[in-house]
């Protein structure tokens, strides 16, 4: 629940969790420790979908340890879990002001603006989380999303190749490179991303976004016909 997971068939959470070893809580003092307990009590919590109990913890974390812009960045997920937009974007600006290099409130905050339909605002955040961790692949696939969105169809197809080069096995990367494909009638190619997609979610075990692809090639086919015959 600190950092979004891709766009393109399922959005949601991932769930990192930050694990901080005794040795260190001990060295940092009691506020921190018990700040670091709030904080992975809210972790848990908004693992098992509690997201209002998420923020009451991640906020007692944040009142003792007003400086840990991780716990403004996983309130700021539970709120937009729970469409508390404003609250969000809120928490997101106060994680970047304490720490600019962490890249996750940009990529979340572009995120939720991407679920706003603000995708020119969600790319400018994407383009400042891609600068500080370049080798994260979700991030270039969701920028991609947004350009896709855009109807900027070759500028995301970039974007959803290097997601691609970064994480050969991204489903989701194969499966939104494939629709910008089909969009630009680049039916060959299309094709081709929906199966390795459909391919990969199989082996995942994802039978819901399985279902989607197999979908998703139906309307290809049909689409293709008439080009064929």
Known sequence: MLKYLTFGIVLGFSTP??????EVLERRGPDSQDARLYFNRGLSDHEQEKYGDAIANFSQAIQ???RD????????NAHGTLKNSKDAIANYAQAIQLDPGFSWPYYNRGNLKAQLQN????????????QLDPQDSDMYNNRGYAKQKQQDYLSAITDFTQAIRLEPENAKAYYNRGRSQALLKEYDGAMADYHQAESLFKAQGDTKATRVIQRSLRELEQAFKPIIS
């Open 64 to 66: 003792l340890n007003p």
């Open 119 to 130: 995708y020119a605002g969600a790319i400018a955040d994407y383009n400042l989380a891609i």
């Open 17 to 22: 969790l930050l694990p901080v070893a005794a």
């Open 69 to 76: 812009a991780k716990a403004y960045n996983a309130r700021g």
